[in-house]
C-alpha cells in the first residue's frame, strides 16, 4: 500500500528570496555609470565596461540598481547598449547639466553670441539627421563640416529673410528677440572666418562659433573628426544620434528642418533643397542639448 504524504502550506517550498544587494553591487552599477560619463571611453576597448554592460542587460535587479544610481545623479538614461555604452544625459537639475550661458561664456559675454552659439549647435543636428527616417536608423552615419554647418545656416537664414518679406513682416527684430526669425539678421551680419593676418577664423565670425560647437561636442563623444576639409570635418558616433533624438521635438530644430533647406550628407557647403514632403513630424516634449 503507498502511503500518501500531505504537504501543510507551511511546508510547501518557499521561493528563493531575492539576493541582497551587496556594497560591491552598489559599487559596479555607480562604476557602469561612471563609464557613461566618459563618453570618448569605448565598450569594446574597455573589458570592464564591456562586462558592466553584459551584466546590465543579462541581471535585471542589477540594472535596476544602476538606473537608480543614474537618476539620484540627476541623469537620464537614453540607452545602454555594446554600440553606445551607457548612454545619459543630464536633467536640468543635475549637477552635470551643461549650462548654455556657461558654455558661451568662455568665447564671449554678449547676448547676441548665447543665441548664436544656441542656432549653431540645432546646424549641427540639423545638418547631422535632415530626416526622421535618420534618427530611426541605428546604422545611419552623419557627416558634417564646419563650413558646410556655415553655408547651412546662412541658406537657412537667407529663406527666412524671403519668408519675413513675403509677410511683410519685420525683417530686423532686436537681437535679444527669441526664435529663428531674429537669428538670420545676426548671423549674415557676422564675418565668416574674420581677418586675421594668418588667415585663422576668429571665435566671433559664423565659422569661429560652428568650430567652437563641433569641437565641444567632440570633446563630448559625439562627434569624431575625420579630416581637415571644409573647416573640419566630423561624422556622428551612436551617442550623438541618441542626444538628437531626445531633443528632435524642439521648436526651434522642428521649425529649422521645416525650412526645406537640406544639405548633402558628406558634409561639404553645397546645398540641396528639400524634397516635397509633410513626413516632418518628431519627437514630442524635448529640448536642447543645453539648460538655460
Keep these: 500500500m503507498t502511503e500518501h504524504v ?3 502550506e507551511t511546508e510547501a517550498a518557499a521561493p528563493s528570496a531575492p539576493a541582497a544587494v551587496t556594497p560591491a553591487d552598489a559599487a559596479d552599477a555607480a562604476r557602469l555609470v561612471a563609464f557613461g560619463l566618459q563618453p570618448k571611453t569605448q565598450p569594446a576597448r574597455d573589458q570592464e565596461y564591456t562586462e558592466l554592460l553584459r551584466r546590465y542587460r543579462e541581471d535585471p535587479p542589477f540594472a535596476r540598481l544602476a538606473d537608480a544610481v543614474a537618476t539620484g545623479l540627476g541623469l537620464v538614461v537614453l540607452e545602454v547598449s555594446p554600440r553606445a555604452g ?3 544625459t543630464a536633467a536640468e537639475d543635475s549637477v552635470f547639466a ?3 550661458g556657461d558654455y558661451a561664456r568662455r568665447t564671449s559675454a554678449d547676448g547676441s553670441d548665447r543665441f548664436l552659439h544656441g542656432l549653431a549647435h ?3 543636428a540639423a545638418m547631422a539627421f535632415p530626416r526622421p ?3 530611426a536608423d541605428d546604422g545611419y552615419i552623419g557627416r558634417v563640416s564646419v563650413n558646410g554647418v556655415d553655408a547651412f545656416v546662412r541658406q537657412a537664414c537667407r529663406r527666412l529673410e524671403e519668408r519675413a518679406a513675403e509677410q511683410g513682416e519685420n525683417t ?3 537681437t535679444d528677440a527669441p526664435g529663428l526669425e531674429a537669428a538670420w539678421r545676426i548671423w549674415v551680419r557676422r564675418s565668416a ?3 586675421t593676418k594668418d588667415a585663422r577664423r576668429l571665435a566671433g565670425s559664423t565659422t569661429g562659433i560652428v568650430g567652437k560647437a563641433v569641437a565641444f561636442l567632440t570633446d563630448s563623444g559625439f562627434l569624431q573628426r575625420t579630416g581637415d576639409d571644409n573647416g573640419g570635418t566630423y561624422r556622428t558616433t551612436a551617442r550623438y544620434q ?7 521635438g524642439s521648436a526651434a530644430l522642428a521649425e529649422l528642418l521645416e525650412l526645406g533647406v537640406v544639405p548633402i550628407t558628406d558634409g561639404s557647403p553645397t546645398l540641396l533643397p528639400a524634397e516635397e514632403s509633410d513626413d516632418l513630424e518628431l519627437v514630442a516634449d524635448a529640448g536642447l542639448p543645453f539648460h538655460s
Design 6 to 8: 500531505e504537504w501543510s
Design 86 to 88: 551607457m548612454a545619459v
Design 98 to 100: 551643461v549650462r548654455m
Design 122 to 124: 540645432l546646424a549641427v
Design 133 to 135: 527616417e535618420d534618427l
Design 172 to 174: 530686423d527684430p532686436a
Design 193 to 195: 572666418t574674420g581677418a
Design 242 to 248: 541618441l542626444q538628437v533624438r531626445d531633443m528632435a
